[in-house]
């Protein structure tokens, strides 16, 4: 907030300040009841009580994941009845709301499309306060490798494929034993429908 606030101020242009931090350390900071995906405006009452003249506008957006992954499939799904499938099914339910990984991943695709975009002069990223907090720069790496990984495969492969592998029998047993088979069915239908994107 305050390197958002002082390069406004001093240098101009128009600068985003970005959180990808769940906590909402950011809104109190900058005087915000609420924010999300939106950008919002800090108005520039804001400097003027504090008795500074801003040369540039100050903006502030906090990521907010489940809207940023249906976002992202909105724009990216092949057709509405795709959309429509991955939206509703439950294990993206679960990945775009409470997976990390996810969060990483959709926080580095926030801030590539709103730098993209190029809206602003200056963004500044609030990341949570850990020892790792730029790991999310490396999302899309690791996103790419679970994609591609051999236990995604196997879990995703077509069913019929499955009988016909003797080698994998056993796992499928142990899985469909401990995961259930609706499991199984809903993880390779999401990841069936979402590697169509």
């Known amino acids: 907030a305050a390197l958002g606030a002082m390069a406004a101020a001093h240098l101009g242009g128009k ?7 769940p906590a909402r350390r950011l809104a109190n900071a900058l005087g915000l ?13 804001a400097f003027t009580s504090a008795g500074i003249e801003p040369r540039g506008e100050l ?24 959309r429509e499938a991955i939206l509703g099914n439950s294990i993206y339910a ?14 580095m695709e926030r801030l590539y499309d709103i730098h993209t975009s190029g809206r602003y002069d200056l963004i ?10 730029i790991d999310f720069l490396d999302a899309p790496e690791r996103m790419g490798e679970f994609f591609s990984s051999r236990l995604l ?11 016909l592998n003797m080698a994998s029998r056993p796992f499928y047993r142990v899985a469909d ?3 259930g088979s609706q499991f199984l069915e809903d993880m390779a ?8 994107m």
């Open 124 to 133: 500044v990223v609030d990341t949570p306060p850990t020892r790792n907090a």
């Open 94 to 107: 679960n990945i775009s709301g409470r997976f990390v990984q996810s969060h990483d991943y959709i926080a």
């Open 177 to 179: 034993s401990i995961l």
């Open 15 to 21: 600068v985003l300040v970005l959180t990808v931090d």
């Open 59 to 82: 903006w502030a957006a906090m990521l907010d994941t489940k809207q940023s992954w249906d976002d992202l499939v909105e724009r990216h799904a092949p057709d509405d009845e795709v």
């Open 153 to 163: 495969r196997w879990l995703t492969a077509p069913a019929n494929n499955r009988v």
């Open 189 to 196: 239908e999401f990841f069936g429908l979402f590697q169509t």
């Open 33 to 45: 009841e609420r924010f999300g995906n939106a950008e919002t405006r800090i108005q520039d009452s």
